[in-house]
């Protein structure tokens, strides 16, 4: 094992040769009031990698990944069954006694479309800090920079820090959350579809970015679209009706899928 | 097939009877809206005629007097404006806390609903009700007698609908991607609420509040239940004093009267005079609403301005 010292004080591993798992979902089930969204899926996320969830609209990879940050915490009438295990402490990420708080200080998310706060852009990097109680000035102004350099932001916005977040273009404004998540050190971190409203120069830069955070932070990405999970993921999950249906390296799914639905959906034969 | 120039013919003629109704119509909504825009101008133009003369320096620090040339309005406007800072005082936290509680706490059931339907019928409770409610509870039952506090939480209570409403509506329009997004880093609901949620939405709560004392201010009703003085000639002790500790609350508990009051009280003279002095304090206290409407439309845009969801 290498290890390297990066700026930001973090050692990062260089992948190791077997990963280890960072999540494990295990009997995992979810339902929207009586309508069951996920069905028994186990699926282990590895450390330092990247996961891609495909499949078509409605299959459900949206929710699976909302599991994992608690999200459906937030409205009522949702339930889950089964666990998510957390490592290396163990934690079962979803049992009622872990707080989602909790959950959300370590596993950091991206969504579909750019919300920033309509605050200035140095305000939304250091949010979550703030929510962590961090008020030194000089511990914030560093993390601020050091979480915009992660995000490729630095040297667009390193002049106007206290201008409006809104005032950025699209693909920077989602850098800009990438960044606001990136500052409190996740150990994980959830993208949900993040380049489905930005044009093509803008997701290059953004599927270039997740292809060089995986050295720090475990990813799981959901994506409608396959050329993407191809090109940054390390493993694949393909999803339908709320079924895992094939799990794998990524080259394996794409080229020699195990499963008919699979190979199907993934020569556009279905969805 | 008929001959197609009698065609075109039929065509015209159909659509210029169409037409006509598109006129008629037009000149009744034009009436409609005249009907309510014309009274409205007739009465300011009259108040003004009769009320602009009798405006002078003195009016405004003078006390109200029997002979009509001496009058004043000094003692009815500082009520109302004290009135005002109670009303605000009170009606922002509770209306804002309850819009809060209501949109982002409350579990969605049959309780809060019944709570919905309850603020929203309250909107339409007639003004006078209020009044026997705080000559009942704060008057009689808390003891606080005929004072600008009675008035303040009176007018308050009046007005709590209107906060609430418009509150919510302003917290309805943030985006739950925001909320979302605020969750996601680990807030809690409270420090959502208090760093995104009331900063987005401040535009929206305050010119519910303005709108509503707007209302407030031109009230007489429930103000005369509660036994505001129609006749009151000293001012309420002054809040800032020139000896420790410099502020003074006395104020807040002596007797006072309102505008709405003194033109009330002025209108009831036999003495034509009297009359003039009425439309003047009028004039004034319709000024006073309509600035106070001016603001709340400033203030809906500025701040509207820099948050564009």
Redesign the interface.
Known sequence: MVTVAMPHGLPAISPAPVPLPKAETRGLSFSYGTFQALQHIDLAIYERRVTALIGPSGCGKSTFLRCF?R?HD?Y?GNRYEGEIRFFPDNTNLLDPHVDP??V??RI??V?Q?A????KSIYENVA??L???GVKRRVTLDEKVEEALRDAALWDEVKDRLND?A?NLSGGQQQRL?IA??LA?DPEMLLFDEPTSALDPIATASIEGLITELKNRVTILIVTHNMQQAARVSDYTAYMYLGRLIEFGVTDDIFLKPKRKETEDYITGRFG | MSDPSVRLQKIRALIAAHKRWDIIFGVVGLLALMAGVLTFAALFIEMAIKGLPRLSWDFFTSFPSRKPGEAGILSAWVGSILVMVVTALAALPLGVGAAVYLEEYAPKNWMTDLIEINVTNLAGVPSIIYGLLALGLFVYQFGLGQSILTAGLTLALLILPVVIVTTREAIRSIPGAIREGAYALGATKWQTTSDHILPYARGGILTGVIIGMSRAIGETAPVITIGALTFIAFLPPAPVQGEFPFLSFEWIMSPFTVMPIQMFNWTSRPEAAFQHNAAAAGLVLVVMTLSMNALAIYLRYRLRKKIKW
Do not use: D
């Open positions: 940050n999200m937030l009522p708080i909790e959300r200080m950091s998310m969504f479309k919300n920033p706060f309509p949010y979550g703030r929510v962590r409006l809104f959350c606001r998540a409190t």
